[in-house]
């Protein structure tokens, strides 16, 4: 146990401090062994500062990689998002008279932006989806619970779509799309 603890208080070590110990950074080179002239002494302290370094690097990866090893992996099956987040889409979320601007969002849930502290969590309300398509403004009314409320986002999860509202959800997204396509074949 004593020879484990030791080899990683030598391991946390810092590696110039070794090297001063020993008067290799002293400012007067002491040369230990006899025979050493200031070009081979100079060769010797850049070739030890260098491996001083890949020492440090080395131990550094090796803390980020510890870290995102013990880190929770959020890409497991069963948490990835069942539909993927549109960003570029032109979408207010109206709740009551007010509406706030949306972040992103997907066939399954919303992140708009507002005051975090007048929404609390767990709590179910109707809303309405309004997008901007190419000739209308078509609004989709959904009920969704707050998931998470931050400072300045929210995030709602739409609950019990039904399939007409999926199929709203659809035509906004192809018109998205078709609309991209537009704008490419333009350019």
């Known amino acids: 146990m004593n020879a484990r603890k030791e080899r990683r208080q030598t391991k946390k070590r ?3 401090e070794i090297l001063r110990s020993e008067g290799w950074t002293s400012g007067v ?3 230990q062994i ?4 200031s070009y081979q002494s100079s060769f010797i302290l850049i070739f030890l500062r260098l491996f001083m370094n890949f020492c440090m690097i080395g ?3 090796e803390k980020i990689y510890q870290a995102l090893k013990s880190a929770i992996n959020d ?3 069963e948490t990835r998002r069942r539909f993927p987040r549109r960003m570029k889409d032109i979408c207010v979320l109206g709740i009551g008279s007010t509406n706030y601007p949306v972040h992103d969002w997907s066939q399954c849930g919303v992140l708009f932006e507002a005051d975090g502290r007048n929404f609390i969590e767990g709590k179910t309300m109707s809303v309405l989806m309004k997008f901007k398509l190419a000739e209308v403004v078509t609004e989709i009314p959904v009920s969704a619970k707050i998931i998470r409320s931050g400072k300045q986002r929210i995030a709602l999860e739409f609950q019990d779509v039904p399939n007409h509202i999926q199929d709203a959800f659809s035509k906004v997204i192809e018109d998205a799309l078709a609309r991209e396509d537009a704008e490419s074949q333009q350019a």
């Open 59 to 61: 131990l550094m990866y």
């Open 75 to 77: 890409n497991r099956e």
């Open 34 to 37: 006899t025979g050493i002239n």
């Open 29 to 31: 080179y002491k040369n």
């Open 14 to 16: 810092n590696a110039f």
